[in-house]
């Protein structure tokens, strides 16, 4: 994103705390994953085992906002260093260490695949080279929208190539990869003034609602905003009404088949977990409806690249993942996640923080 407000990244090599350390793998041990170093040194062939001596139901990778582009490191507006060109190697080793793993079934990856720097003669093939690189992945992809991709390219070109089910623009999907748990990426930039041609009514929609909101003639900023009033940005979004009633729909079902849900979005949900400035408009209208339901057990996303990680008043763990855009050389941003019927449980690599989100099942 263009607003991320966290101090300039730091090498969590050198000077590691000593609640933290790096376990095989070079994965992350933090403090927020207290058991990690028992799940790690517990593997076998067949897999990761739980404290509990049980297999994960499901493993998939993640990594978020990479934000490549063919030019030289910069900084965002607030001074914090971005390596545009190094995010594709970081991405590259993912998939390396994914595809060494064996037993992933999936990776997501949560928006931002190429930076609005990135020259717009350069768009489409940045935005068809990292999808080579996701697709080396011995396994399913599944990728969503953030407001850097439609920077890029507009929806109609934009979402094809990321192979993203799609009917009249909208991206929002769902898949269940297992009979007991249901994956559902929402579409942050729904009602959003980019991506959709200017007279489209999304857009419209954004606009006039920029406009009551956001008093800045430079609508991205939120001088003058309080609170959570400084979310109100252009380079966030919301879901639509119809997208609403789909979400209904879909928590429906899963309550009714019995599966517990984990909710992607580029855009975070909650407060907690994520700074003002990166929310979904109106995440609250979102979580009000998810709370109605006790199936939805985790919500993860990217855009704020400092990550975060919160747990709301209805239990639901909110996880935004840290950016790769803001690894330096020879550090990376990425893990993968094993999948418990009452957790699940973040292993990150490096700048990627280890988390246990533990649930009632």
Not at 48 to 68: N, T
């Amino acid at each position: 994103m263009l607003h991320p407000h966290q101090g300039p990244p730091q090498d969590p090599r050198p000077g590691l705390p000593p609640e933290t350390s790096l376990g095989p793998l070079g994965v992350r041990l933090g403090p927020h994953c207290p058991g990690c170093f028992y799940f790690l040194t517990m593997g076998s062939a067949n897999g990761l085992l739980s404290p509990q001596g049980k297999k994960p139901l499901l493993s998939f990778g993640v990594i978020s906002d990479v934000q490549y582009a063919d030019i030289p490191d910069g900084r965002s507006f607030i001074g914090v260093p971005r390596y545009y060109r190094h995010s594709l190697l970081v991405l590259q080793r993912a998939v390396q260490k994914w595809n060494n793993f064996q037993n992933l079934k999936f990776t997501i990856n949560f928006g931002d695949i190429v930076d609005g720097f990135c020259p717009k003669h350069q768009s489409l093939n940045a935005v068809e080279k990292l999808v080579r690189e996701f697709e080396v992945f011995k396994g399913s992809v599944y990728h969503m929208i953030g407001n850097h991709c439609l920077y890029n390219l507009p929806r109609n070109k934009l979402l094809p190539l990321l192979k993203i089910p799609s009917f009249d623009g909208r991206a929002y999907y769902d898949f269940s990869p297992i009979p007991e748990y249901r994956f559902v990426v929402l579409d942050g930039y729904d009602i959003s003034a980019i991506g959709w041609p200017h007279d489209h009514p999304n857009a419209v929609e954004a606009l006039r609602f920029l406009g009551e909101k956001n008093p800045n003639s430079e609508k991205n900023s939120p001088a003058g905003l309080t609170g959570l009033e400084r979310r109100f940005l252009m380079f966030n979004g919301a879901v639509g009404k119809e997208q609403l009633e789909w979400l209904d729909s879909v928590l429906q079902d899963a309550t009714k088949s019995n599966q517990k849900v984990v909710i992607c979005c580029h855009l975070p949900l909650d407060p907690g977990a994520s700074s003002k400035e990166a929310l979904l408009w109106n995440y609250d209208e979102v979580m009000d409806l998810v709370h109605r339901y006790n199936c939805v057990k985790v919500c993860l996303g990217g855009h704020d690249h400092k990550g975060g990680h919160s747990i709301d008043s209805h239990g639901v763990h909110h996880r935004v993942l840290e950016a790769a855009l803001e690894c330096p050389p020879g550090t990376d941003a990425f893990g993968y996640v094993d999948v418990f019927d009452d957790r699940l449980l973040l292993f990150g690599t490096d700048r990627m923080e280890s988390t246990e989100m533990i649930f009632t099942p």
